[in-house]
């Protein structure tokens, strides 16, 4: 699936890029096409850090990313990191004392936010004690009503001069004072493209129903997790965000689920659902990864490996990847959390990993000598078929 964002950049007044403001997008036509506001932040927060990853949308500077008043009241803005983010509230509904508290709610938590398209009036007046970031339509609003809301606010908040088209309106813009800048005389907002691996909504639900348990489990959790390509892919790479502040590797579901823990996840997954993915495409690829995965794991406990840390599972499960992403295996192996081992045999290093993999590939193109499969892995072909119909009856299971 074909995942699309726009990001328009903006720079201080030393020119200088301070941020990215991140747009959601449907597809490659760079305009926002029609959609619910909450769907569409929850789409561009998913596809930003589980799909993209931010830092590759935003150079490691500022992501400026719209939320409706509707989200403002939620819990869906503390999902993100305080020092990367700055949360835009969108000028559309009314600004009720709910959302002045949710404001200072979220800037006591170090959060910044941004006011968007201020205009002079009342209802947002009651806004700018708690605001960091204030974007005036620049063209749009009257040059002395601006300068005097500059001077007056100025020790207070920054001010950010939007839909600047031509280099008169900038050089206007820099002598009132404004901090930042942004539009079309700069850059138009850019359409960045990737691939995604869909998720399956049933097993969103699956894990909503555990943890809504008195006592969810970690290990049910990740075994739903587990039997997803998608998810599987999401939760490691959430995980091992250093926007998240982890340390050290993470190389299984259930160091994942430990580290970023139950309210965290049930957050992340109800965000996804929002999503509402209803479509799968190349289901018959992502069974095909999850049968290697599975047989992977089973042959390796089969004759002996250390299958404790998933190292045989995530090579078979992930030996697509660069297919479904659409991506070379070099590019994406820089930033997939597996161990060395994983990796190398990803990248066809021949490894215990990589053999056993080989094995299973040479099999499925009927390329390997049965006897020679038996000599050098141990195990008869007969008891390579009884565990090849085991994942494919598990894989089957899963309805891709």
């Known amino acids: 699936m074909d995942v699309y964002i726009a990001r328009q950049p903006i720079f201080d007044r030393n020119m200088d890029v301070y941020g990215y403001e991140l747009l959601y997008r449907k597809n490659s036509t760079n305009m926002y096409t029609g959609i619910d506001d909450d769907q569409a932040t ?23 990313i719209n939320f409706s008043k509707g989200l403002i009241n939620s ?58 970031i204030v974007k005036v339509e620049f063209p749009s609003v009257n040059y002395n009503i601006q300068r005097n809301l500059i001077q007056k606010y100025k020790s207070k908040v920054k001010f950010l001069a939007e839909k600047i088209e031509t280099r008169e309106e900038y050089q206007k813009a820099f002598d009132l004072g404004y901090d930042l800048f942004q539009g079309y005389f700069f850059s138009k907002p850019f359409v960045m493209k990737t691939r995604e691996i869909a998720s399956l909504n049933s097993n969103l639900f699956c894990i909503i129903e555990e943890l809504n348990k008195p006592e969810p489990s970690y290990k049910k959790i990740a075994e739903i997790i587990q039997s997803d390509l998608g998810l599987t892919y999401k939760i490691l790479k959430l995980a091992n965000s250093a926007y998240f502040g982890s340390k050290n590797k993470i190389t299984s579901i259930h160091q994942a689920l430990s580290y970023l823990g139950m309210n965290k996840i049930y957050q992340w997954v109800s965000l996804m659902m929002l999503k509402d993915f209803q479509s799968i495409e190349n289901s018959e690829l992502i069974k095909l990864s999850l049968i290697r995965g599975k047989l992977m794991d089973s042959l ?76 050098l892995y141990k195990i008869s072909s007969k008891r390579y078929m009884e565990l090849y119909l085991d994942a494919l009856k598990w894989a089957s299971s899963l309805n891709y």
């Open 75 to 132: 819990s869906v803005p503390l999902l993100l990191p305080q020092n990367n983010v700055v949360v835009e509230i969108l000028e559309h509904e009314d600004t009720t004392q709910e959302i002045i508290d949710a404001c200072k709610r979220m800037r006591s938590m170090g959060y910044m936010l941004a006011l968007d398209d201020f205009i002079l009036e009342d209802k947002f007046m009651s806004l700018m004690e708690t605001i960091d």
């Open 300 to 375: 390796a406990m089969e004759l002996g490996m250390d299958t404790s840390n998933s190292e045989y599972f995530f090579v078979g499960m992930f030996s697509f990847i660069d297919i479904l992403l659409n991506k070379n295996m070099e590019e994406i192996i820089k930033w997939l959390p597996f161990t060395d081992n994983v990796k190398m045999a990803l990248l066809g290093v021949e490894n215990d990993q990589r053999k056993l993999l080989n094995c299973i590939i040479n099999y499925e193109s009927a390329a390997l000598d049965t006897n020679q499969s038996s000599l």
């Open 42 to 64: 929850a789409e561009l927060i998913c596809n930003s850090f589980l799909v993209f990853g931010i830092n590759n949308l935003t150079d490691g500077t500022k992501a400026f």
